[in-house]
């Protein structure tokens, strides 16, 4: 107990001086839960006898994290299935920590930090985690389509709990006629989903670059770009060559 008093009182300083929103909290039995977000926030709490569920963001949509605690102290932690929202978790003997950034576990007393190069070599090959192995020992991301399942008994384990059917339609097809379906798929959906006023966050990095290249292709100049980091780093400065590039208008907040 003190240990968690400790490390959720670090935790709040953390989340606290990340950003303008204030950091909220509730007690779930045996599961405490910090978080920070906007007021506009899908949050939903809901308590069944001894038995709690916590939200953050809608079910059934594409980007959602559940937490559901029993009685018995068992904890069941979920998200969408394709794992879009992140959810990182480092079990203990006795307790179970998860976030939606591994980088407040330095914070819970006892907790080793150290590098996996396990998880270093899968992001330099891939890109991706790989195994759901992150850069720190012992820190896993949620694998998209499973559950996690942990109590003091017997640890935590994986469990699938959805599966997106694999399909075989489009292995005859050329790269040319695949990287054109894909093409199309993708302006579409930014035809669809965009307003009368376009702005998107545009870090610099690989995925923003990606979906600028789609927003200039369906609205030109009409986009107005925002990137928060040091004016300094290659990525802001990479975010800053392709703003200049596709004729946006481009703030970036330090």
Not at 53 to 82: C, I, K, P, R, W
Request: with cysteine; charged share 20%; proline share 4%.
């Amino acid at each position: 107990l003190d240990r968690r008093k400790r490390f959720l009182s670090q935790a709040f300083a953390a989340l606290d001086s990340a950003g303008d929103f204030p950091v909220q909290f509730a007690d779930l039995g045996e599961t405490s839960i910090a978080w920070s977000g906007a007021p506009a926030t899908p949050i939903s709490i809901q308590r069944e006898g001894p038995d709690s569920v916590f939200v953050m963001g809608s079910l059934g949509h594409s980007y959602y994290a559940s937490l559901s605690v029993q009685e018995n102290g068992a904890v069941t932690l979920g998200t969408d299935v394709l794992g879009l929202f992140p959810l990182y978790y480092h079990s203990g003997p006795d307790a179970l920590l998860f976030s939606t950034t591994a980088a407040v576990f330095k914070h819970y007393p006892g907790f080793d930090v150290r590098l996996s190069i396990e998880g270093l070599v899968g992001i330099l090959l891939t890109n991706f985690i790989v195994g759901g192995q992150t850069l720190l020992q012992g820190v896993k991301r949620l694998s998209p389509g499973h559950a996690l399942r942990w109590d003091k008994s017997s640890g935590v384990r994986e469990i699938k709990s959805e599966f997106i059917e694999l399909s075989d339609r489009y292995f005859g097809n050329s790269f040319e006629k695949n990287a054109e379906i894909i093409d199309g798929l993708f302006t579409s959906i930014i035809e669809k989903n965009a307003g009368s006023e376009v702005m998107t966050l545009l870090s610099g990095g690989l995925d923003s670059r990606f979906m600028a290249g789609y927003l200039s292709k369906v609205h030109g100049r009409r986009v107005r770009a925002v990137t928060q980091g040091n004016p300094d780093d290659f990525e802001t400065q990479c975010a800053v060559k392709v703003a200049r590039r596709l004729g946006w208008e481009h703030a970036i907040y330090d």
